[in-house]
């Protein structure tokens, strides 16, 4: 039997299968973030805020302030985020409950408030297109097609595809005043 057509048995078959590629991911990212966070700050940042923004927040366990570059698409005046890989990821999980973060967006700094959804159709569907025209890769790892005006095709799918992820809603009150 060849091993490369043989499918995983079980979930963790499948978790460990992709575990290389988590770990070549979670390697790549502590080198980079750190210049990435940087750039960010400086007077360079326009090279990368137009698809990344920096939000810090605090632990709540640990009560320790974190800051890490992030994915973003703006929808009706709201900075949204989706965590990919978010079985992998803990950050977000600090964001469930309403939690006052702090942006860097554009160059600038900003008080906001944030709520991570998992899973819940009504809150991810109505946000998730924006997203999806904005990293239509995006769209294609999910196995989701985009119309011409950017919209979803198939909006059942895009239901069970919002039942799978993890989105951060950012309201940065400042920001809908200039929007």
Not at 5 to 24: H, V
Request: net charge positive.
């Amino acid at each position: 039997m060849d091993l490369a057509k043989r499918k995983p048995t079980t979930t963790s078959q499948a978790k460990r299968d992709l575990s290389w590629l988590i770990r070549i991911g979670f390697v790549f990212h502590r080198v980079t973030n750190p210049f990435i966070r940087l750039i960010l700050r400086s007077p360079l940042h326009s090279l990368l805020s137009g698809r990344l923004i920096l939000i810090t927040y605090t632990g709540k366990k640990s009560g320790m302030r974190y800051m890490l570059p992030v994915q973003y698409a703006r929808s009706d005046g709201e900075l949204i985020v989706v965590a990919g890989y978010h079985q992998h990821k803990k950050w977000w999980r600090n964001l469930r409950q309403r939690s006052m973060i702090q942006v860097c967006y554009r160059g600038k700094w900003y008080e906001a408030l944030a709520t991570a959804s998992e899973g819940d159709v009504g809150v991810i569907t109505p946000l998730f297109p924006a997203y999806l025209r904005r990293f239509p890769a995006s769209a294609r790892i999910r196995g989701l097609t985009l119309d011409p005006s950017g919209g979803v095709e198939d909006e059942e799918k895009l239901r069970e595809a919002a039942k799978k992820v993890v989105m951060v809603g950012i309201k940065v009150p400042a920001l809908k005043a200039s929007a």
